[in-house]
Each structure stands twice: as structure tokens, then as C-alpha cells.
């Protein structure tokens, strides 16, 4: 009987004392353990190493960067070590020919620094260099001023262009589109919400969903000698 008492108070110490799955304490312990994770850098819209033109201008994007406990509040760009922009997705022009090194570091909400600094080789092409060249892709869209729910509107790559005297005409050969819409879900997470590609591989042109919050357009072009690019833009829609 003694060791009966005795098994019956010692799993009464088991159970009271530990936290059931939902209970507030395992809830802060979660938090308190979570809190300070750093975020991760991503660089998106460029290939790794990307090569173009001298005075030619790249786009690379940060978007896919993130952070398991919070937002990403600062984008922080660099060249060749030196900070150049803050912003999410930001445009770069090359003046000197040769290898460069684009980097980018992110911050959270909590001021944490990124636990990885995410780079790009960048090699840059004399004017008269006799080697292909990647072109530049240009996202762009009909009526871009007036995104509203059901609006119609159209992707265009017609701004898209070769950085090379190689090949035939035409310069840009293929634009290859992957377009994503995001919406809020009952939970309040952005999730994916309807992949627009095949209306613009079509030609179609793709309406605004009322429940949309975002559209995501990556477009890849392929010049006349094989060579591609690709650019990623975003549209916030509320």
C-alpha cells in the first residue's frame, strides 16, 4: 500500500507539473525560445553568377527573405562591401568591368542581423567584349495605376532587351511568365491564392480577384544566341 501512495504522489508531481500542449506556460516557453531567432537572407530575380554588360543595370529582390519570429524590417545591400540601398528590391548599375560581389543582409523586428549575408557574382563585360551577354528582363504591366478588384489587365516583356551584338534578330526570342496571387486566409496568413500563368502565356488578360493582397510576376526572357535573365516584381494591392 505504501508503494501504492508513493507511485500515485509521484505521478501527481508528473502530471501538475509540466505543461499540457496549450496551456499559457508551454505558450511563453515557445515564445521565450523563439524570440531572437535571426532572420535569413534571400536574393531573388538574379542567377548566381549573373553576367552582363558594362553600364548595364540588374534588378534583385529580397523577398524571399524571412524571419521564424517576426518581420523583416530592413533590407541592407552591398557591393563590393559598401552599402548602397535599404530597400526591399532595388536596382543596380555596373560601371567597371570585371567580377563583383552583390550582397544582401536583413534585419528583423527585434533588430536582429540575419544569420547569413546571401551574395551574387557579378561579372561585368567590357563594351566591345566578343562574348554573350544575359539580357535584361522588364516586367510590365497595362494600367498599372489602377489596380482594382476585377480590373483587367495585361503582363508585357516587351521593354525586355539584349545587352549583345550576337545573334539574329528578333533579341528577345521567349518571355516565360510564372504569376502568383496571394490572398488572407481564416487563420490571417498569406497563402497562395490562383496561379495566373496560362492566361498570360495565352495572351489573355488577367483580372485583379477581389480577395487578392498581392500578385508576384517573375518573368524569364531568353535572347537570340541562349542566353536568360530573369526579374521578379511585386504588386501590393492592399
Request: net charge negative; glycine share 6%.
Amino acid at each position: 500500500m505504501k508503494n501504492l501512495l508513493l507511485y500515485s504522489v509521484l505521478a501527481s508531481i508528473v502530471i501538475f507539473s509540466g505543461c499540457g500542449g496549450d496551456s499559457s506556460c508551454c505558450k511563453a516557453d515557445l515564445a521565450e525560445k523563439a524570440a531572437g531567432i535571426p532572420p535569413v537572407a534571400a536574393i531573388t530575380g538574379i542567377d548566381n553568377p549573373t553576367v552582363i554588360a558594362l553600364g548595364q543595370s540588374i534588378e534583385a529582390n529580397g523577398i524571399a527573405s524571412s524571419d521564424r519570429d517576426g518581420n523583416i524590417v530592413k533590407y541592407e545591400w552591398m557591393v563590393d562591401g559598401q552599402k548602397v540601398s535599404t530597400t526591399k528590391t532595388s536596382t543596380f548599375t555596373f560601371n567597371e568591368a570585371g567580377d563583383h560581389e552583390l550582397c544582401l543582409k536583413v534585419y528583423d523586428n527585434d533588430n536582429n542581423p540575419s544569420a547569413n549575408v546571401e551574395c551574387r557574382t557579378i561579372k561585368v563585360l567590357g563594351k566591345n567584349a566578343n562574348t554573350p551577354v544575359t539580357p535584361t528582363a522588364v516586367i510590365t504591366l497595362s494600367d498599372e495605376n489602377n489596380l482594382a478588384p476585377w480590373s483587367l489587365h495585361k503582363f508585357l516583356c516587351d521593354a525586355s532587351h539584349d545587352n549583345d551584338t550576337l545573334g539574329t534578330d528578333p533579341e528577345i526570342v521567349s518571355c516565360q511568365w510564372d504569376i502568383q496571387s496571394y490572398t488572407i486566409n481564416a487563420d490571417g496568413n498569406e497563402v497562395p491564392y490562383r496561379s495566373c500563368t496560362a492566361d498570360v502565356m495565352s495572351g489573355k488578360q488577367v483580372h485583379i480577384c477581389p480577395k487578392a493582397t498581392k500578385i508576384v510576376a517573375k518573368l524569364t526572357v531568353v535572347d537570340n544566341d541562349g542566353q536568360r535573365s530573369s526579374t521578379t516584381k511585386v504588386y501590393n494591392l492592399k
